[in-house]
């Protein structure tokens, strides 16, 4: 906390502990190893967001399993995506066959997983099946079926834990709620 100081002044509230982030990763990586027995799945880390949830998750799933990384954008540097998802690095290898977990920082309109779903599953994946850190259920745009989830959040802006605004925040080590006026909202 001391060291990042300047970043927790710019939050309105500390919504999840690194504690209670940990503890709600470790109780999903046990739930994948458990559904996934006998099998080797392939884990897809939504970049940039993802990054630090997917660094801890896979550590928790006591499993042989592969890593593929994508990268997708959503127009912008604003809270809102805008809907629109560009493909900016797509996966290494093909997924023929695989047993396929995305796993997401947050599912707010439901676009880029619907997009990223209906590409992957495209090229004949096995299985696919989405993991995401928190789910803002209110803020849904298209019906999406999202398997595994931490926490349900209200419609708030949040950053930390590889959550960003514009690029800022990720390095945070708990979730917190965005102030307004760091956006340019109302309080
Ligand atoms: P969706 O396509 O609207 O579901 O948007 C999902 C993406 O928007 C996430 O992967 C995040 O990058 C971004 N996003 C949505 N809500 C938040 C938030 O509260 N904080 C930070 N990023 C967010
Ligand atoms: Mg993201």
Known sequence: MEANRAMYQDLESI????EQLAEAVKKLGETIT?????KKPLMVCILKGASVFFCDLIREIDLPLEIDFMVVSSYGA????SGEVKMVKDLDRSILGRDVIVVEDIVDSGMT???LKRTLLNRGAAS??????LDKPARRRVELEVDYSCFDIPDAFVVGYGLDYNETYRNLPDIG???????????
């Open 177 to 187: 709620v965005l102030a307004p006026r760091i956006y340019g909202g109302e309080e």
């Open 78 to 81: 604003s809270t809102k995506s």
């Open 34 to 38: 458990r559904d996934y027995q006998g």
């Open 128 to 133: 696919l099946r989405i993991a995401t850190l």
């Open 113 to 115: 997983l619907s997009f």
């Open 15 to 18: 919504l999840y502990t690194k």
